[in-house]
């Protein structure tokens, strides 16, 4: 295990260097230090811990899974949806371990690892934003060390948290995901909507205008012309198993009433968030990562990192909404370079 672990290490340190990454942004400490889970609460279960959380609804618990040790880098990671799985995030075990980064899966209220209440009440922004607060806590992350990572409907909820908890935070990164979602709707209106065949989109119109969205073939017809275009490029039977099981793990009774039933853009109680006029408030340091075929908007998204007072962003030109697969080296040798370059200053 540890010579696969040093080969791991090696070979993202490559990576970083043909990305132009110096070897300064690596981790001081030893590759032993990483691993060493000396005097941690949760080494008998292998990293993970079930957190419980005080809502209004009662008390529940979370699924969280700690890996590695780094006293100034620990980043929580919060999975899209809302109602997928962490899942999906099996492809940072192949980088943030060899960068030395310290890192928590979790699966949000309602997820399939975690308790799954049937309380459409707490299926709110502001309950979800409570919720990472008192994981952070549980966690003992504070400002020294705790940076925010949020994809699609968690960058979403990572801005929130950043406007609530701005001063419990070291860094953010927000990864495909727009600052507000009428603009979304719009831009799938005018660009996503108008580059499909019409008459496949007519077909998509007419389930929709019926509420038929349970057939199969609305399904099919959204994952042959607009997912393997725009969520995932690759052919759907080399979708990568972690995807797969995320995806099958969603849960509609919290996905449908936020994000809505319709995967052509967003009607439920999100359709009119937007934070556009407050991200010049949000003054942690920011990583904003952008696709050239993601579902967002990318010219939206680098005008975001041009709003945040320190905001960076990073392209990925060959990505759509799941980017860290389909330009995986892009992605993470950007992210692990933000990571390294916030915590030397």
Sequence with gaps: ??????????????????????????????????????GRADVLTGGIRMIPIDTPAGKFKVWTKRIGNNPTIKVLLLHGGPGMTHEYFAAFDSYFPAAGIEYYY?????????????????????RFVDEVEQVRQALGL????????????????????????????KGMIIANMMASIPAYNEYAESVLMADMDPAVLAQ??????????????????????????????????????PVNRAFEHVNANVYIPMQGPSELGASGKLANWDR????????????VIGARYDTMDPGHMKWMAEELPDGQYLYCPQGSHMALYDDQEVFFSGLIGFLHDVDKR
């Design 204 to 241: 998509l119109k007419a389930f929709e205008a019926a509420e038929d969205y349970g057939n199969p073939r609305y399904m099919e017809l959204l994952m042959s012309h607009h997912y393997v275009d725009h969520v995932l490029r690759m052919p759907i039977d080399d979708w990568p198993d």
């Design 106 to 126: 979790y699966d949000q209220l309602g997820s399939f690892y975690s308790d799954q209440p049937d309380e459409p009440s707490l299926w709110e922004i502001s």
């Design 1 to 38: 295990m540890k010579n696969f672990y040093l080969s791991l290490r090696a070979a993202v340190l490559a990576l970083l260097l043909l990305a132009g990454c110096s070897p300064e942004q690596l981790p001081e400490q030893s590759d032993s230090a990483y691993l060493d889970n000396t």
């Design 276 to 287: 556009t006029a407050e991200l010049a408030s949000i003054e942690v340091p920011t990583l």
């Design 142 to 169: 504070d400002a020294s060390n705790f940076f925010l990572f949020g994809n699609s409907w968690g960058g979403l909820l990572a801005m929130e948290y950043a406007l609530a908890h701005g001063d419990k935070l």
